[in-house]
């Protein structure tokens, strides 16, 4: 087991990584002193399956527990959704010092993050995660959200949990799609600012392709603890700092749009990102191809797209210059000097963006 | 012209408190740097009296304008018009540097801090109060909420404004009752902090029915340096410094309830609960009949109600306990000791509340 501290003063936390320790949890919390009654936001497969283990481990260190199952899917990230939750609470909310504890994959963890910050102008929160994705990324750094129509995240507020805990057990009934979609934030920790990282999954995915415990509590606390050192500095993404972890994010985006969120998962369309944020750099001249080649491979050795397919040149830029509008009239990206060194470029032609997109789509 | 700066690091302020000063406005929010699109959240009768002159300052500063109304009812801060706002700016945001604009009462600031809150996890915003009540409390120190029908303010978040601009001058068009109310927190601030405020209201109250410039321009600013100093120290109420604030509202809030929000507005019942908490005072032998009685007689030289009236015992009771059910199970009032120094005290006999509450029901 690890335990990773993330500092923000009287907002730290800590981040706890291990393997069959769902059982510990009602401890933990206990030792926070945030509340008496626990509102387990989940979805219903999440609660089949482990509802009854955590039920038992709240209930054991006395805490009242109430479960509000959601939609497992994007659409639950909505104003509608987040409304109901909040108006369940405060019925349900009569002489209880109730925290939230979000029991799930990013759309669980998002979703009752924002709620938790809105709540009664913020409630205490936990982040149980129950996917690589989420233990590797959106359960630590407190950005909350939910969507609207003109864009995914376009609603939300930076506020930090109290607790993440995160069982990599859980992760041993995950589809390999879903573990592959998680790879890929953990390559982008090592290709950003870990090369060891990036040399051990070199070395080592069929170990986590075989859900070997010691390797995945070694890939999620290593990945979380380059976040949260990230976060610590930038908390609220204003200097430059925290805007290292949108690698890969910028055309990402754009493919996860232009497909509508259906050929390519979030983690899918980030391994694409990431290739052409590498095509970016190389052809500025940051990187040579041999370092292009060392990504490209990890990345299809885990699994992950190399190529676009059945989405077009037009739709990707439209999709791009729709998620820019919302950024401002520059473009930016984050771009490499090697394997561990980014580097932030503003106001790149749309020329060479095209270009490097064409060379992928196929 | 008065300048009051908060400081809060980063989230630092300045409240410009002044009269005829509405044209300057857009040369003050130039030297902010927080955008070109000014987007105003305002009601039909503010737009139709000093939209013009909103509109003008900002267009001679080169900001582009739109103007947002909502229905003039505390009904406007709810999850619906929130959302809609929220909508509705997502819908005007391309390519744009957009900041809100919250022109109106504490209706209008506190709805339009919210969005600006959440809405892509904060925008900028700027408090231009238009009531005496908004320009002394709810536009400074950053508490921006909506209601849920379990309670007021029930969600919300800690967001501050980057400018609150007062113009007293446009104080002179409130009805008389809106005066009052407001005056109700001006001399809530004397009794809790400043004894020669309170002094000066004591003999001075005549040039503020009479609306006169200097008289307006001296309470404004001497009440939000109470306040933006408060804040200072204990932004989010963590230290029990900001509770002090609170002084005659755990009753008032509850008398407010209890009449349904109509008979008293909520400067009316925070003058009843700024009595009874005085009374209590009184019970508990913090201070001596002469206070009360100072204090007794100012409060209904401004106006203001004394006695409770048409509201039975047993629903203020009710209406107190349902409020007490989202603090927790102790009460909690801010007494006095003597006019500017207060006092926290928990866990008050309900025999000695219901006892100062009889004595003021007629």
Do not use: C
Request: hydrophobic share 45%; no cysteine; proline share 2%.
């Amino acid at each position: 087991m690890k335990i990773i501290k993330l500092n923000l003063k009287n907002r730290s936390y800590k981040i706890v990584v291990g393997s069959n320790i769902l059982e510990a949890l009602g401890r933990y919390i206990v030792k926070l002193n945030i509340g008496k009654d626990a509102y387990i936001i989940t979805n219903a497969a999440i609660k089949n399956r482990y509802g009854a283990r955590l039920n038992k481990t709240l209930k054991n260190a006395a805490f009242k527990v109430k479960f509000r199952l959601i939609p497992d899917t994007e659409k639950s990230k909505s104003i509608e959704i987040a409304s109901a939750l909040m108006k369940d609470l405060a019925s349900y909310d009569k002489k209880r010092r109730i925290f939230i504890l979000a029991f799930g994959g990013g759309v669980v963890g998002d979703l009752s993050g924002f709620v938790a910050s809105i709540y009664k102008r913020g409630i205490p929160y936990l982040q149980v995660p129950t996917t690589l994705l989420a233990q590797v990324d959106s359960s630590v750094g407190g950005k909350t959200a939910i969507d609207l129509i003109w864009g995914k995240n376009l609603v939300g507020a930076f506020y930090q949990p109290r607790l993440v805990y995160s069982d990599v057990n859980i992760l041993k009934t995950l589809s390999q799609r879903q573990l592959q979609a998680g790879l890929s934030e953990v390559i982008k920790y090592g290709i950003i600012k870990d090369p060891d990282l990036f040399n051990y999954l070199e070395r080592n995915l069929k170990s986590i392709f075989n859900l070997k415990t010691a390797a995945l509590e070694f890939v999620v606390a290593r990945s979380i603890a380059i976040k949260a050192k990230i976060v610590e500095q930038d908390e609220k993404e204003e200097k430059k700092i925290r805007t290292i972890l949108n690698f890969g994010h910028t055309l990402g985006h754009a493919i996860e749009a232009a497909s509508s969120y259906t050929s390519y998962n979030h983690g899918e369309a980030i391994a694409l990102g990431m290739l052409l944020a590498a095509d970016l750099s190389q052809q500025l001249g940051l990187i040579d191809k041999e370092v292009s080649l060392r990504i490209e491979n990890l990345i299809e050795a885990a699994g992950l797209p190399t190529k676009i397919k059945r989405i077009s040149l037009p739709s990707i830029i439209e999709a791009y210059y729709h998620d820019k509008k919302f950024i401002g009239a520059k473009n930016r990206f984050v771009l490499l000097k090697g394997i561990g060194r980014t580097k932030i470029v503003e106001d790149i032609p749309l020329k060479i963006i095209k270009k490097v997109l064409k060379e992928r789509i196929v």
